[in-house]
């Protein structure tokens, strides 16, 4: 069939032929499933409370995934398998050993933000059998609570890893090969579209298919992972029709691993994408441990964060320090861009309407290189930046700068190059004199402005300090940032 959508949901499958583009799989639980369990607090995929697990086919086998029901649109389920907490406890109505630990673990007071906690807790056991602190703290980053100071809740964590039982009794290890074999049943084979009124979304069967699409559909909205499109709908109630969803095309989900770079699809997810970035540019890695939480990441693309051309976004500057380039793909065939110049002014880039992001190439930085990646927020986990710089060095023999890139995110309207600071320090000494002498040209390159995140004076006095860290950790000399009227 090709007018509907069809997913698991916990034992039962799901078949819709009547759906709005729109419509969050929160209420698609709470208020026609009356699966109350899963609990709406912030609606902008920030506060955990609505956290479900989504279980899909990735290189032949089936994983399970955190995310935000509340930003999650069910027209994105097609083909996968979600648990809400109502899953784990047994019939009979023991709880599933996560659930006992957080009673056993005084892990929960108020008990609003606890279904959240327990389905991200899950999610862990599902993937790592004894994990450790940072693993624990890494999987909850993305839960809040007002109420048990969290320390309660990761000794719940480590009960589990302690005290782990065999894994058949749990409802989806032990029907593992049966949800794959439905899955893979399930996967479009062609295109689906399916209306609601005058509402549509497609689903399409292929790439090629994505392409028809946008050239029937121009004024399509195309949605990847929906951490950022999710609140246009949430906070914004904006009406997006006819809506494309791609997350299901395993073409755009592939990473190619080259001798001088590796090449992502732009469906890859940031925890997909991890495990290789951290591997080949470790300090890549260390930025998507800080981008959003765990469900934010399960969810979110690397080719979305890209296109959808934010100033503050987090991928692109990095990405630019790096010269990436962008594969973009239409009916008409395909064209590769410098992702620097995919950003022409706020609001608008080097896409066209027809065009889709296919893939991104990555360069590995040069050896003799120094590459450097600083987000700068009000929290340091699952926050969005206010200031990001990325600098990338390579200085001769002599310790002459042969080659610098500087690239900010939140210092302009969109991420730019700070091409001014990178020509005075070009071809001269890496020493702090000339470091500080440099400062004044980021006059020159930017105009930052003042939201709720930060001041414009902010902005600028930080994007200044920056490059002195930058220095300060690429010179040997002592790390710990100077007061500024003492480097001024």
Not at 53 to 60: K, Q, S
Not at 111 to 140: H, N, Q
Not at 232 to 252: A, E, G, S, Y
Not at 335 to 363: C, H, M, N, W
Request: hydrophobic share 40%; with cysteine; glycine share 8%.
């Amino acid at each position: 069939m090709n007018d509907s959508i069809r997913f698991i949901l916990n034992s039962e499958e799901i078949s819709l032929s009547s759906l709005r583009p729109t419509e969050t799989l929160l209420d698609f639980l709470r208020l026609k499933r009356h699966l109350t369990g899963t609990k709406e607090g912030c609606a902008e995929g920030d506060c955990g409370a609505c956290t479900v697990l989504v279980g899909r086919l990735i290189d032949g086998g089936l994983r399970y995934e955190s995310v935000n029901a509340c930003i999650r649109f069910v027209g994105s389920l097609h083909g996968t398998h979600v648990v809400t907490v109502e899953h784990l406890a047994a019939k009979d109505g023991t709880l599933h050993p996560v659930q006992q630990a957080m009673v056993d673990c005084h892990g929960s007071q108020c008990g609003f933000c606890t279904p959240g906690f327990v389905m991200s807790l899950y999610g862990l056991w599902l993937a790592t059998e004894k994990p450790d602190r940072a693993e624990i703290e890494k999987a909850l980053q993305g839960n809040l609570c007002r109420c048990t100071g969290y320390e309660p809740i990761v000794r719940a964590a480590e009960q589990i890893s302690r005290t782990r039982p065999s894994a058949l009794f749990d409802p989806l290890e032990k029907n593992r090969s049966d949800i794959i074999a439905r899955l893979w049943a399930m996967r479009p084979k062609e295109t689906i579209t399916v209306s609601s009124g005058e509402d549509r979304l497609i689903i399409p069967g292929s790439m090629t298919d994505l392409s028809r699409i946008l050239a029937d559909e121009p004024d399509a909205t195309i949605v990847a992972g929906s951490t950022d499109v999710g609140l246009w709908v949430t906070k914004q109630m904006r009406r997006l029709n006819p809506v494309v969803f791609i997350n299901h095309l395993l073409d755009l989900q592939m990473i190619i691993q080259g001798d001088k770079g590796f090449t992502i699809g732009s469906g890859v997810t940031y925890s997909q994408a991890f495990a290789t970035m951290a591997a080949k540019i470790p300090t890549l890695g260390n930025l998507i441990n800080r981008i959003g939480g765990e469900q934010v990441r399960n969810m979110g693309t690397i080719g979305g964060n890209i296109a959808n051309g934010s100033p503050i976004g987090d991928s692109p500057p990095p990405l630019i320090a790096l010269g990436a380039t962008v594969k973009l793909r239409s009916a008409s065939g395909t064209r590769t861009v410098a992702l620097e110049d995919y950003f022409i002014t706020y609001g608008k880039q080097d896409r066209a309407k027809t065009e889709f992001i296919e893939s991104i190439f990555v360069p590995y930085p040069p050896a003799e290189s120094q590459f450097a990646v600083y987000k700068i927020t009000k929290r340091r986990d699952e926050d969005i930046t206010a200031v990001l710089g990325a600098f990338r060095l390579t200085l001769d023999e002599t310790g002459n700068v042969t080659d610098i890139t500087i690239a900010y995110g939140g210092m302009a309207g969109i991420p730019k190059r700070a091409r001014t600071v990178e020509a005075e320090l070009l071809g001269k000494p890496w020493t702090e004199a000339n470091i500080n002498a440099a400062r004044a040209a980021f006059d020159t390159d930017f105009q930052p402005l003042t939201d709720w995140r930060a001041t414009a004076e902010y902005r600028q006095l930080t994007a200044k300090n920056l490059l002195i860290r930058f220095y300060l950790e690429t010179s040997g000399a002592p790390q710990e940032l100077k007061r500024f009227e003492e480097v001024a």
